[in-house]
Structures are given as structure tokens and as C-alpha cells.
Nanobody
Framework: VQLQASGGGLVQAGGSLRLSCAASGRTFNMGWFRQAPGKEREFVASINWNPFRIKYSDSVRGRFTISGYSDRNTAYLQMNSLKTDDTAVYYC?????????????????WGQGTQVTVSS
């Protein structure tokens, strides 16, 4: 399975961006991680198709929304009220295990990463 992510860019603090991710094959869950310069990679959000379940990190809950279509193997990350701390490379992930996870080692498939830069 290959993942194609898009939608990153430069935005001012308080603005919004929407990331998209399309998988070339069937997935059971999809999600997003991010890595800022000099920091460890961190979980952002995940969506599990069946059972339907969504997870968010505390740092983005209430500002970001993950959604998607299981029959199209696509996921989206709507990012609102962006902060400079959200600046990072965002990675789309997916796996064929039944449940999602907040651990990056759980995911078999990774996209190429898309840069999100939030300016002050």
C-alpha cells in the first residue's frame, strides 16, 4: 500500500489548512504523525474504520478534525486555529490491523511527509 499526502503549506497563526491522504490499497485505519525540527515524532490523530473510532493528541484536540472514507481509503486532517507550535512535517500513516494506535511503530505504511509551516 502506498500513501500519497497533500495539502501542506504556509499559513499564518490562527489560520487553517487541510491535509489529504489517499491509500492505494485497503486499510483498516489511517492517521497522522508529525515531526518538528529537533523534536521527536509525535502522534496527531487517527481514525479506525471498523469499529469506528477516532483519537487525538491532547495538543490538537478541539482544533484538528480527522475524517475519511473507508471505501475510498482516504483520510483528511482539517487543521484550524493553527499555532506556530504546529509547524512540522506531517506524515500520513495507515495499517491493516484492526485497531489504530498512538504509537508510530504500529503503522506499516507511511506517506512521504508534507510540510506545514505556521508563521507568527
Amino acid at each position: 500500500v502506498q500513501l500519497q499526502a497533500s495539502g501542506g503549506g504556509l499559513v499564518q497563526a490562527g489560520g487553517s489548512l487541510r491535509l489529504s491522504c489517499a491509500a492505494s490499497g485497503r486499510t483498516f485505519n489511517m492517521g497522522w504523525f508529525r515531526q518538528a525540527p529537533g523534536k521527536e515524532r509525535e502522534f496527531v490523530a487517527s481514525i479506525n474504520w471498523n469499529p469506528f473510532r477516532i483519537k487525538y493528541s491532547d495538543s490538537v484536540r478541539g482544533r484538528f478534525t480527522i475524517s475519511g472514507y473507508s471505501d475510498r481509503n482516504t483520510a483528511y486532517l482539517q487543521m484550524n486555529s493553527l499555532k506556530t507550535d504546529d509547524t512540522a512535517v506531517y506524515y500520513c500513516v495507515a495499517d491493516d490491523k484492526k485497531y489504530s494506535s498512538i504509537d508510530d511503530i504500529w503503522y506499516k505504511y507511511w506517506g512521504q511527509g508534507t510540510q506545514v509551516t505556521v508563521s507568527s
